[in-house]
């Protein structure tokens, strides 16, 4: 069973204008959510982070929701850039380890 | 540090064949993870060491797959009797754990394995 799920395999958007990336998860424990970006040929870097304590955190153009009711968090990135390109991956935290969503691709058009 | 070093990059294996695959972390860190990729899906968790400590593994981890970091530095991840479903990206994540900061992986570029 998918305990993190992103619903969308891909997303298209017009260089300048936002990126919104969707992740849906199962499980009420989880306190902890971060979303990673992976380039072909690399592993996943680490974007940003947000506790269940909190709903929204930001860092620059990047600005990660999180709505505990239902279980949904999201990824804004605005303005988009062309080199924004790349799989982005959900992940919730359990205990020592980190549970990952499926990934979006997300492609940014000049 | 130039961060977490994984080799080979790439490795390609006849069926029953038996593998090895080294992580070398970031020095400092304490924590290293397993964690395998497959076309179209997240990483799935594997295992993870605290130290030289295996603290969990998934039930994906059959028992043809076996980790050991002996030192608490590097790790390796052996997979004997290899199977075409074994074909997949292993990607190898350290952290340094602390009071606060529990999550902050960094992750190796992996090693991608084919059975053939």
């Known amino acids: 069973d998918q305990q993190v799920k992103q619903n969308s395999p891909s997303l298209s958007v017009q260089e300048g204008r936002i990126s919104i990336l969707n992740c849906d998860y199962t499980?009420?424990?989880?306190?902890?959510f971060l979303w990673y970006k992976k380039y072909p040929a690399e592993g996943p870097t680490f974007l940003i982070s947000i506790s269940s304590i909190k709903d929204k955190n930001e860092d620059g153009r990047f600005t990660v929701f999180l709505n505990k009711s239902a279980k949904h968090l999201s990824l804004h990135i605005v303005p988009s850039q062309p080199g924004d390109s790349a799989v982005y991956f959900c992940?919730?935290?359990?205990?020592?380890?980190?549970?990952f969503g499926q990934g979006t691709t997300l492609q940014v058009k000049p | 540090d130039t961060g977490v070093s994984q080799n080979p990059r790439h490795k390609i294996t006849k069926r029953g064949q038996n593998v090895t695959f080294r992580c070398d972390p970031i020095s400092e860190h304490n924590r290293l993870y397993w964690y395998r990729q497959t076309l179209g899906q997240g990483p799935e968790f594997l295992t993870y060491f605290q130290n030289e400590a295996q603290l969990e593994k998934s039930r994906l981890l059959s028992d043809r797959f076996s980790a050991e970091r002996p030192k608490g530095s590097f790790s390796t991840l052996e997979i004997q009797r290899t199977e075409q479903g074994d074909s997949a990206m292993y990607l190898c994540?350290?952290?340094?754990?602390?009071?606060?900061?529990?999550?902050?992986?960094?992750f190796g570029s992996g090693t991608r394995l084919t059975v053939v």
């Open positions: 992940a919730a935290a359990e205990g020592g380890k980190l549970i």
């Open positions: 499980n009420s424990m989880f306190d902890y």
């Open positions: 994540a350290s952290s340094l754990v602390t009071r606060g900061d529990a999550y902050g992986y960094t």
